[in-house]
């Protein structure tokens, strides 16, 4: 318990080294790339994205001018109309309506638009970032928490949501609004316009201080959510365990901590984006203030007309309403640029297991396989030291050896979940790094303790290995490991639905389903990794004698610790300290004087 402990520990500490904030060169990497995949996601919507861009012109180009009405009417319409003139009144009040209109036309087109747009980016990446994270090899998924992965497609991919569906919206409404109306103050009135951009140079430099002050904040919620969403898979995938050792009050307690943090590093954020907005409002009021007092001096001095004051103050609230939705937008974004750090970080790690550059086809394989000067190691500490093996076509071989002896390495290397760092391994003579995964996996299979069910039928989850298999197939292959007797007695047949990992059925029951399931896919090569270790005594006879019908004319490697496994090996291998310390036929192990008739006599007294 202790130990697990530790190991929970080390990985959040790596989760947080993980997500700790980076400055300096680091925020310039990170920002350019997640600018880019934005824009990778963005270039085959090129069309719906300037079709996008033109209406938000022509919506902000509506709204500005209105003001311009109001200008008019004042100015001219009510002087005319004094007259008995009332086209100018009648040209404000029809042009006022008209842009209205359109107005209102353009912003509907365009948040249609622009919602798709956004749909389909987001689908795009969700796609993209599932597939990739289902190519990159099991060293990433082993060092990478499901919990890490899960926040990136859920989460983060929400941040960008928010962005995209609302908040970028009104950032280009606000942006296209505050350059416009900018240059319309300086038509209409130079130097009411130069205190007004007066005052955007303490708004730039407040703007600059909390984008420097957000970003770092919304880094530490995107790391903070990804911890407390690790704690609750692993919480919720080991509840038996859970349960089991009263580890509730542990969770709570290391639950609280996470939240706390996410708590507090969102609450920070948040008063962040408070301080902006306040700040930013307070010095747009000023502005407003001293533009009306020095505008009205110019009116009554008879230097500005009143129509053009009122459309100055219009403008001014326009001005400033935007940006308080920038400051909005902002907070937005800085959330939504942290969360798409974390995705582009996922999207740029590379499979430690590639595919080959110039791939070998291997149509028909026998199962030969060869090991010639292999070694590897974990972060520097070698588990096999040059290690040699050669296993003809057919022959089934045991593993044996104490925890930490190399075994599960050595399946690992077999299947080419890992290269090795020296060294080749064979199969038919031909390298594992020149097949393409999917050739490899189709001549080569693994089967673990846990056998692992997807939630779905029993017939899908036996066609796993071949998805066009007829129901013929399935039932065959059922029948052929002792599946079919459990089956029969269903309801639904190999229609019942296993549920979520096959909780519906019973260990023995998975393995045999995980059995049948590779006598269909019919492979040259099958390594079991502990596979009957989970059973009893009964469930493991049942699979022992499927095993038998499994692995005939096969070849196979068989990682144990239950030595009645083991039986049904041509030959054991006894492994310590990644080297091969015995080798040879079952019979003739026990027999001796060594290692193996010593675990051997071990187990026989157990059973007595």
């Known amino acids: 318990m202790l130990q697990e402990e530790s190991d929970l520990a080390a990985d959040w500490r790596g989760i947080a080294k993980e997500d700790d904030t980076v400055t300096g060169t680091g925020n310039l990497v990170l920002a350019g790339r997640s600018r880019r995949l934005l824009l990778d996601l963005v270039r085959p919507y090129r069309k719906q994205a300037v079709l996008t861009f033109v209406l938000i012109l022509l919506d902000n180009a509506a709204k500005v001018s209105l003001p311009l009405f109001v200008a008019y009417g004042l100015d001219h319409g009510i002087s005319q109309g004094r007259q008995g003139n009332w086209a100018p009144m009648v040209h404000t009040v029809v042009g006022f309506v008209a842009v209205t209109v359109c107005s209102g036309v353009t912003t509907f087109c365009f948040l249609r638009a622009s919602g798709s747009l956004s749909q389909r980016v987001l689908f795009d990446l969700r796609v993209r970032a599932f597939q990739h994270t289902q190519k990159l090899s099991v060293a990433f998924h082993e060092k990478y928490t499901s919990g890490k992965v899960v926040t990136r497609l859920t989460s983060d991919i929400e941040a960008l949501q928010e962005l995209l569906e609302g908040a970028l919206n009104e950032a280009f409404g606000a942006i296209l609004s505050v350059v416009t109306i900018a240059i319309l103050l300086v038509w209409l009135d130079p130097m009411l316009a130069s205190i007004v951009l007066l005052g955007f140079v303490p708004l730039v430099l407040v703007t600059r201080w909390a984008q420097r002050r957000q970003r770092a904040g919304y880094r530490r919620t995107r790391g903070a959510i990804a911890r407390v969403v690790v704690q609750f898979v692993e919480a919720m995938s080991g509840m038996r365990a859970v349960q089991a050792f009263r580890r509730e009050a542990r969770n709570q307690e290391v639950l609280g901590t996470e939240d706390a943090e996410y708590q507090r590093a ?50 001014l609230d326009q001005f400033y309403g935007p940006l308080d939705e920038l400051a909005q937008v902002f907070n937005s974004y800085q959330s939504a640029a942290a969360a798409l750090e974390k995705i582009s970080g996922v999207l740029e790690e590379e499979p430690s297991v590639a595919e080959p550059a110039d791939p070998r086809s291997l ?19 070698c588990v096999l030291p040059e290690f040699d093996l050669d296993i003809p076509a057919g022959q089934v071989v045991a593993l044996v050896g104490a925890t930490g002896a190399g075994k599960s390495t050595l399946a690992k290397l077999l299947t080419r979940f890992y290269d090795p760092s020296g060294g080749t391994i064979t199969l038919d003579g031909v390298d594992l790094r020149r097949l393409v995964d999917a050739e490899l996996r189709r001549h080569v299979v693994m089967v673990t303790q846990e056998a692992y069910l997807f939630s779905g039928t029993i017939a899908d989850n036996i066609r796993l290995g071949r998805p066009d298999a007829t129901d013929a197939e399935v039932a065959a292959a059922a029948r052929a490991v002792g599946l079919d007797v459990f089956v029969d007695q269903l309801p639904d047949g190999y229609a019942t639905d296993v549920r979520t990992r096959g909780g519906r059925l019973s260990a023995g029951q998975r393995q045999l389903v995980a059995f049948a399931r590779v006598f269909l896919a019919d492979p040259a090569v099958i390594v079991l990794d502990e596979a009957t270790s989970s059973l009893d005594i009964p469930g493991e006879r049942q699979v022992q004698h499927a095993l038998e019908t499994l692995l005939r004319d096969r070849t196979a490697v068989i990682i144990a610790h239950r030595l009645s496994t083991v039986a049904i090996a041509d030959r054991v291998l006894v492994l310590d300290g990644g080297r091969i310390v015995e080798d040879g036929a079952p019979r003739e192990l026990i027999a001796g004087q060594g290692r193996f008739a010593g675990l051997h006599a071990a187990w026989r007294d157990s059973l007595v």
């Open 266 to 315: 969102t609450t920070t954020a948040i008063r962040g984006i408070g301080d902006y907005v306040g700040l930013s409002n307070f010095i747009g009021k000023l502005t407003t203030v001293i533009v009306l007092l020095v505008g009205a001096w110019q009116v009554m001095e008879g230097n500005l007309a009143i129509g053009v004051l009122a459309a100055y103050l219009l403008y």
């Open 363 to 381: 149509e028909k394989a026998t199962g030969a396989v060869r090991m010639d000067q292999v070694w590897f190691g974990y972060h520097d500490i």
